[in-house]
């Protein structure tokens, strides 16, 4: 009859492959059960996923259901979880129940950043994350009419209770000021509104608090990166050279913040016709992956430009949430996983350091 421990040692040799490490001493195997009713064994686990995004969990069941069966289990089943690694900074500076915080950002504006955001944050919901979505453009808030809202929010208790939809949880200067009255405020203004967003909105327990950014690189930028540390930023752009030239902006403004780059994604990358599906090229191609590359950060994919996902804007029903399964949807998905991986990295990354450093310091004796 197997042993539990020798199931654990079986599935020591797999690895989580964004992560590099294997699955034991990632924490990410739990309640092993193991059946014997005279026929052979028949062993059950449940693997942790250190994100519900993750996207190369058939080739982890896979490996793992091979790992058991080579020890002659005669069935393995194989339940799924997710716990989300925590960026311990949020808690040490904000009191709020947030793991991870991802920025949005654009050089330039024009270039779909907030469609990105939009349906980023409601593809991981899709996948069964916890999300919030922010919108820090104070001055030119969309969120509210790419998510289909449009009402002011209520407080309880003295907080603010975030708007939801399509299973994200939102807030915006949108609900708060009439749709044809400009914010004009100095800085100073636009700070203490940021700032009430993090701290004085009822966010509750979320795995990401995606930030959608106004375009460039101003004070909202600055103040969101000295209120609440960011996990890292994606920065958004379109093939065109003169879009590209503000990627380096967006790259060199996150690091300038000492935020993380998560990614440059290529936003209306190509044209997908709807009656024949080829592939056109538009404004030309593979631009954002180059720039990526030569600056050193990932390259998170390519989104299509298509009339399903500009209406899907307009109307407010994006196309993540409408239309998961079409060719132009499946990008955002695809962003999701590889935003979701690259968090998961950074914040493992930081406990295994954080565990590393707390063994280097001396034990001082008496």
């Known amino acids: 009859m197997l042993t539990e421990q020798q199931i654990l040692t079986a599935l020591s040799k797999v690895e989580e492959p964004e992560l590099h490490r294997d699955l034991v001493t990632l924490n990410m195997i739990k309640d092993i059960k193991i059946h014997h009713d005279g026929r052979g064994d028949a062993v059950n686990f449940t693997i942790v996923l250190t994100t519900p995004a993750c996207p190369l969990r058939n080739q982890i069941e896979s490996e793992a259901r091979a ?3 080579a020890l002659g289990a005669k069935q393995v089943a194989i339940k799924w979880d997710a716990n989300v690694p925590s960026d311990k900074r949020i808690s040490g500076k904000l009191n709020i129940p ?6 949005v950002a654009s050089g330039k504006g024009g270039v779909g950043k907030t469609t990105v955001s939009v ?6 919901a899709q996948m069964g994350a916890q999300v919030g979505l922010m919108d820090a453009d104070i001055y030119g808030p969309n969120i509210p009419i790419m998510m289909g809202v449009n009402e002011p929010p209520r407080s309880r208790n003295e907080r603010i209770m975030p708007l939801e939809a399509y299973g994200v949880k939102l807030m915006s200067m949108g609900f708060l000021v009439p749709p044809d009255q400009a914010v004009i405020w100095r800085g ?6 940021i700032r009430q967003f993090l701290s004085d909105v009822e966010w509750g327990e979320l795995d990401y608090l995606v930030i959608d950014l106004p375009p460039g690189t101003g004070d909202a930028q600055l103040t969101l990166a000295q209120s609440v540390p960011l996990t890292g930023g994606v920065v958004v752009a379109t093939p065109q050279d003169v879009a590209l030239a503000d990627v380096v902006k967006g790259i060199a403004m996150f690091e300038k913040l000492e935020v993380p780059v998560l990614g440059v994604v290529e936003n209306m990358s190509y044209f997908l016709c709807p009656h024949c599906g080829e592939r056109t090229d538009i404004f030309a191609h593979g631009g954002a992956a180059k720039m990526a590359e030569k600056y050193g950060a990932p390259f998170l994919g390519e989104i299509p430009l298509d009339v399903a996902i500009r209406v899907g804007g307009d109307s407010g029903k994006p196309v993540a949430a409408t239309h998961p399964d079409s060719p132009y949807a499946l990008p955002f998905k695809q962003l999701a996983q590889a935003v979701a991986a690259q968090v998961s990295v950074m914040n493992v990354q930081a406990v295994q350091d954080e565990l590393i450093s707390a063994a280097r310091i001396p034990v001082m004796r008496r």
Do not use: G, R, Y
């Open 119 to 124: 349906n980023l944050a409601v593809a991981l």
């Open 67 to 69: 790992a058991v069966a």
């Open 98 to 103: 947030v793991k991870s915080t991802i920025a």
């Open 188 to 193: 100073p203004m636009l700070h203490s509104a």
